[in-house]
């Protein structure tokens, strides 16, 4: 019979907003540092293992030393989630790096993140869970907010090589993420966060492997400054930001994680206009502005 983990006391009320906070800051450079790999020729399968890959093996001391014996007690339903965890999160990067190579930074940031549509759907058939009335329109405003970044993005020329391809791997690295989500706040209720940080991101980075070596993707013989980055995704997006998001899975409920991630375009946004040029219109500028309005509204209501 699986135990519930106690990490600690709760932690203060605020404690999960400013983690979260930092979290999103962190991701919000996930999508910088995939599109500089790719201009150094690494190919996005290959930036998604590295990311996940690295991240795992950084991890391992802690995970075995924090949480070795409940790695060796783990039970047939956890390891089952867990490989479940792994194989969407898997998908959501596989999916949504490849996605960056066909449209632009804001459009795919802006799909990849509407997981709170898709997550709040699922809580509330699945889980029975009601968003407070503050919390709805929080939702409603931010994906309003997106939407707009959506439309705006697809009258740009700057749109991408093919927008329609990368517009659709983008959502589907959203549902795949929406999934995990929702596997991994079920595996956090019995897990402490070292050992479900290192066994989902090692159980995706060896279906990564495992597809790498199918399709002939080669992982070495790239540019050393390609490596480098996908380090640096693997320290900051990676177990920086998403691992901030795994920590308040027992703190906040998934559908508020999800609005937080609608936070993600508007860093990403910004930071496509000062590296890649990446303009963007009044119409965008307005969308970011529903995005964090909504965010705010959500944290309201999550926090009454």
């Not at 590295?50 to 047939?76: E, N």
């Amino acid at each position: 019979m699986e135990e519930r983990v106690q990490e600690s006391e709760a932690p203060p009320r605020w404690l999960p907003f400013v983690v979260l906070g930092v979290g999103l800051l962190a991701i919000s450079f996930g999508a910088i540092l995939a599109r500089l790999a790719q201009g150094h020729g690494l190919p996005s399968l290959t930036i998604a293992t590295l990311r996940l890959g690295l991240a795992a093996l950084i991890i391992t001391p802690i995970a075995l030393w924090q949480s070795g014996h409940v790695l060796r007690t783990l039970s047939l339903r956890q390891g089952l989630l867990t490989c479940g965890a792994g194989f969407f999160l898997a998908l959501h990067f596989a999916s949504w790096i490849t996605s960056l190579e066909y449209t632009s930074v804001a459009s795919s940031t802006a799909l990849v993140t509407t997981n709170l549509l898709w997550v709040g759907i699922a809580s509330f058939f699945l889980f029975g869970e009601k968003p407070s009335a503050l919390m709805a329109f929080g939702i409603v405003i931010s994906l309003s907010g997106s939407l707009l970044i959506f439309w705006s993005d697809s009258q740009s020329s700057e749109a991408g090589s093919d927008p329609l391809l990368g517009n659709f791997l983008a959502i589907v690295g959203s549902w795949c993420f929406s999934a995990y989500l929702l596997i991994g706040r079920r595996l956090r209720a019995n897990l402490p966060l070292p050992a479900y940080v290192w066994l989902a991101y090692g159980s995706a980075s060896l279906f990564l492997l495992f597809t790498c070596q199918v399709s002939g993707t080669p992982l070495s013989g790239h540019a050393g400054a390609a490596y480098l980055i996908a380090l640096g995704m693997a320290l900051g997006p990676q177990l920086l930001g998403h691992t901030s998001y795994n920590w308040s899975l027992r703190h906040v409920s998934a559908t508020f994680i999800a609005v937080v991630t609608l936070g993600e375009p508007v860093g990403s946004a910004a930071l496509a206009w000062l590296f890649f040029g990446e303009s963007f219109a009044l119409v965008q500028g307005i969308g970011f502005v529903l995005l964090l309005f909504g965010i705010y509204l959500a944290a309201r209501g999550e926090g009454r």
